[in-house]
């Protein structure tokens, strides 16, 4: 079935180019446009909403500070980034087994990584094995994140702590989603339109960003965020 041009004008696509250099990348992410593309030709995209989140806003499940507080999971950044990217591009149970991180992008976001733009959070089960993670791109002071997987229960959930802690602790402005759902909703996320997300970016255009490899800071409080009750019923 073909999209409308209404439906894809609502979604935000903007073009279509095949260029996924560091220079065409950040140039995209600054004006607030990023590639997502499941066949042919690589499509960029600029929502008429973003799904973004205000770190004062951010929201952890009772249940993912119990398995936080429980240790029975390790947390780091940037440790490996190419089996997160690869992880949560693997098929999801029920799902159609096509994905938008294709070869193409996955190359272009492990050059953007060892750019020191794209970063990782990995969690790890006491074995330890990778159970969970996302990534996503940094710059200047907004996180946009690209997509996560978990391997089992919260373990996306508790990532996305450790990360909404940090990225606080280090001064960043905000963390985009892209396109806004109920779990982001749950999770503290807002929809904002997109002339207040770009306003948003010009107005912080200058303050500095954090290249390079990142570390897991164990001073910065995860648990101490604010909680709130599972969405899904017991």
């Not at 095949?18 to 950040?26: F, G, P, Q, T």
């Not at 272009?108 to 969690?123: C, I, N």
């Not at 990225?167 to 207040?196: E, P, V």
Request: aromatic content about 10%.
């Amino acid at each position: 079935m073909n999209c409308s041009a209404e439906l894809l004008r609502k979604e935000g696509l903007i073009g279509i180019s095949n260029d996924l250099s560091v220079e065409a990348l950040l140039s995209a992410y600054r004006l607030g446009v990023f590639p997502v593309c499941h066949v042919g030709p690589m499509k960029w995209w600029s929502p008429t909403e973003r799904a973004v989140l205000f770190f004062k806003d951010a929201h952890v499940e009772r249940s993912t500070l119990k398995q936080i507080r429980q240790d029975r999971f390790d947390v780091t950044f940037d440790h490996d980034f190419a089996a997160v990217m690869k992880a949560c591009a693997q098929p999801r149970p029920g799902k159609i087994p096509l994905t938008w991180l294709t070869p193409q992008i996955m190359q272009a976001f492990w050059t953007l990584h060892k750019a020191g733009y794209a970063h990782s959070v990995e969690v790890w089960d006491l074995e330890p094995q990778l159970v969970g993670g996302m990534f996503g791109i940094a710059i200047g002071d907004a996180l946009f994140g690209e997509s996560q997987f978990s391997r089992v229960t919260g373990a996306s959930k508790i990532a996305s702590a450790y990360l909404n802690a940090h990225l606080a602790s280090w001064g960043f402005l905000l963390r985009d989603a892209k396109w806004m759902t109920s779990h982001l909703a749950g999770l503290g996320f807002k929809a904002i339109d997109r002339d207040t997300f770009l306003k948003l970016k010009h107005q912080n255009a200058n303050r500095p960003g954090r290249v390079g490899i990142w570390d897991l800071d164990e001073s910065i409080g995860v648990t101490r965020q604010k909680a709130h009750s599972d969405s899904r019923k017991k």
